[in-house]
């Protein structure tokens, strides 16, 4: 395996490089050609986009490197499972890349393109050809967020928002800066671990940083370490030039099999998170995403690694709350017994769900909420099954 950390000593002491993309699967030899042969009918239809440096984390001696997994396409992405809008957003849309659904946030989906294109991705379908969702001209956003006074906090997502020039970062923290109400400005990006070179290279993004993260009004980074082999010295060197810059930074990442559906892998990434000044937020059940079969784990399967991972590290590392970004809210995982699962709103789109507490009957092969059955007598709303769990019970 490369060793990202040692080869990198210079870039890292002049704060500079420059990542090499490589889109097409032939130019990675370490897969056989064969493989590559069959893997280009996955990258056809799911986009397939790496770095060298994120390349080089890849141990090739392990057929089941958690970090091949996440990067590079598996032919049963191709099964028949899953939507590709698993959980509704075109319902919340309000306009062309404005995303609407708590009262307090909005978000704008300002880019359509990613440093590396994890395989598991819920919004995959931004970045198929006929997709017109998100849009570089935030304008109709900018005057939307500024009609509604009650949104505080406004998320910049895509697609990832640190693809874009430094330039049009700024215009777009100019103009939700000058929107009073506007509290809070998040960034959700996976380049920390995808080309940390982004942020420690780019003095006026660091710059803007520090312009725009006030006392008052802080940006936020929410950032997306999967696994704890991602946080390399100059990953966690990234997270320092935001904390330094006045940047909160958290993370939030998906529970994804074969990357860190493992007590020993998650509380490594937890406990390690919080050391560099990025403790864990959200930890989400993958949604039932059109290609993302072969990295989906159980709802009770994925708690009971969420509860054993809890079992280590300080209060720090352990504030994640395992939840479901459901059409109808963010729903967290709360307890599953012998017998049933315990979930409550965390989030919910409809204010009159606001903390409601719902009870399920526990079923180990589960994925989504919307294959769940109310226990009777307890007010707990059943969802209809989508189709694709009708015909098909999941890939295990
Ligand atoms: S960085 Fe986020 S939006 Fe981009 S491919 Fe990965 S999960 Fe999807």
């Known amino acids: 395996m490369a060793e990202p950390n040692a080869i990198r000593l210079e870039e890292r002491e ?5 990542v090499r993309y490589v889109r097409d699967i032939d130019k990675i030899p370490n897969i056989p050609p064969e493989e590559r042969a069959r893997l280009k009918a996955v990258a056809k239809r799911y986009v397939f986009r790496v770095n060298d440096y994120y390349l080089g984390l890849i141990d090739w001696n392990d057929p089941n490197d958690p970090i091949k997994q996440l990067i590079i396409p598996r032919e049963e992405e191709l099964n028949d499972w899953g939507q590709l809008d698993a959980s ?16 307090h946030t909005v978000l704008l989906l300002c880019n359509e393109v990613c440093g590396a294109y994890c395989r598991y991705c819920f919004r995959k379908r931004l970045f198929m050809d ?25 998320l910049l997502t895509g697609g990832d928002p640190l693809l874009m020039s430094t330039r049009r970062l700024v215009e777009i923290f100019e103009a939700l800066r000058a929107i ?5 400005i998040r960034i959700g990006t996976k380049m920390p671990a995808f080309d940390p070179w982004r942020i420690l290279s780019d003095d006026k993004l660091r710059e803007a940083f520090r312009t725009f993260s006030g ?15 991602e946080l390399t010295d100059v990953a966690a060197e990234g997270i320092d030039c935001c904390v330094r810059d006045g940047v909160i930074c958290c993370n939030q990442c998906p529970m994804i099999k074969g990357v860190n ?8 990434l937890f406990q390690k998170l919080s050391w ?9 059940q993958g949604r039932p995403t059109a290609g993302n079969e072969p990295y989906e784990v159980p709802i009770v399967r994925g708690w009971r690694i969420f509860q054993e991972a809890l079992r280590h590290g300080s209060g720090l590392a352990r504030r994640a709350r395992f939840v479901m970004s459901h059409e109808t809210g963010k729903i967290e995982v709360l307890a599953v017994d012998e017998k049933k699962i315990y979930v409550r709103y965390h989030r919910a789109k409809d204010p009159n769900d606001r903390g409601r507490f719902m009870i399920y009957q526990r079923n180990d092969d589960a994925y989504w909420l919307d294959q769940l ?19 098909n019970e999941g890939p295990e």
């Open 373 to 391: 059955e109310p226990v009777e007598g307890t007010n707990t709303p059943r969802f209809k099954p989508s189709s694709p769990f009708e015909v």
């Open 276 to 284: 560099i000044g990025c403790p864990p937020y959200y930890l989400f």
């Open 261 to 268: 559906d493992c007590p020993d892998v998650l509380s490594e």
């Open 180 to 184: 009073p109400h506007v509290r809070i």
């Open 88 to 103: 509704n957003e075109q319902a919340i849309t309000v306009a062309r890349g404005v995303q609407h659904k708590y009262a």
């Open 14 to 18: 002049s704060g500079t490089r420059r």
């Open 130 to 154: 006929d997709n017109d969702e998100v849009t570089n001209d935030v304008s109709e956003g900018l005057r939307y967020i500024a009609d509604h006074p009650e949104v505080t906090n406004v």
């Open 215 to 229: 006392p008052q009004k802080r940006i936020y980074l929410m950032a997306h370490f999967d696994h704890p082999r």
